[in-house]
């Protein structure tokens, strides 16, 4: 069954102290890697696509990366504004997205 | 900017009412998607649409169904509404291998 597994389900960051997010998966065929931010009571917000193993996207303080079993997000002098809940799916060709349980982000000044 | 609109942020109905959640996309996706989320449950699939007038059965669609008369809206209906569903409903559109764009959610609370 295909399945998509994030950790830590939470995590306590100070300002400025970098950490990653991890994200596994066993799918059948990956079609596409996907990660979200979300903010409490709103839609998810779409951060980056990642199709093949290796390749990598940046944005601001995040960076993501993809290998053939998981991806991270790793997150470099954190602000108390990227707290929020952090969600990874995959596409395992099936026209509809996995996703993992999400990790709750909380970065304090 | 694409958008994916739903039509309200909060509702609060009475069990047995027959609820309407709508969504509406305006970037010609013929994939969109119904989920709840609850804490500790994360995003479950309720129901998606491939093209109007499909529909197809998510992960937990007992105790609702869908409408898709028009390419750009999926509604989402509960028959009989019941305490267990309260939760927040999230609806989403994609093309083909992008990702979904997810609109802004209802917050849905049944007494």
């Known amino acids: 069954e295909d399945q998509v597994t994030q950790s830590p389900e939470a995590l306590r960051l100070q300002e400025g102290e ?92 | 900017d694409v958008k994916v609109t739903q039509s309200s942020r909060y509702l609060v109905k009475r069990t047995g009412e027959k609820v309407f959640l709508e969504c509406v996309q305006d970037m010609d996706h013929e994939n969109m998607f119904w989920y709840r ?25 007992e105790g609702y169904s869908v409408s898709r008369e028009k390419k750009e809206r999926f509604s989402l209906i509960l028959e009989s509404a019941s305490t267990n569903q309260t939760s927040m409903y999230l609806c989403a559109s994609r093309l083909q291998r992008d990702g979904y764009t997810f609109g802004s959610g209802t917050r849905l609370t049944v007494v």
Request: proline share 6%; aromatic share 12%; hydrophobic share 30%.
């Open chain 1, 18 to 109: 970098s950490s990653s997010l991890n994200c596994s998966y066993t799918v059948s065929g990956l079609r596409g890697l996907f990660w979200y931010r979300q903010d409490p009571g709103k839609g998810p917000e779409f951060l980056f696509t990642l199709y093949s193993a290796g390749e990598e996207k940046e944005k601001e303080r995040l960076k993501a990366t993809l290998t053939k079993k998981e991806s991270f997000l790793h997150i470099t002098a954190p602000k108390p504004e990227d707290s929020a809940t952090y969600l990874c799916a995959v596409d395992n060709q099936g026209g509809k997205l996995i996703f993992g349980q999400g990790t709750e982000l909380s970065v304090k000044p």
């Open chain 2, 37 to 61: 989320q609850d804490p500790g449950l994360g995003l479950r699939l309720i129901y998606f649409s491939y093209d109007v007038k499909m529909k197809e059965k998510g992960d937990i669609p």
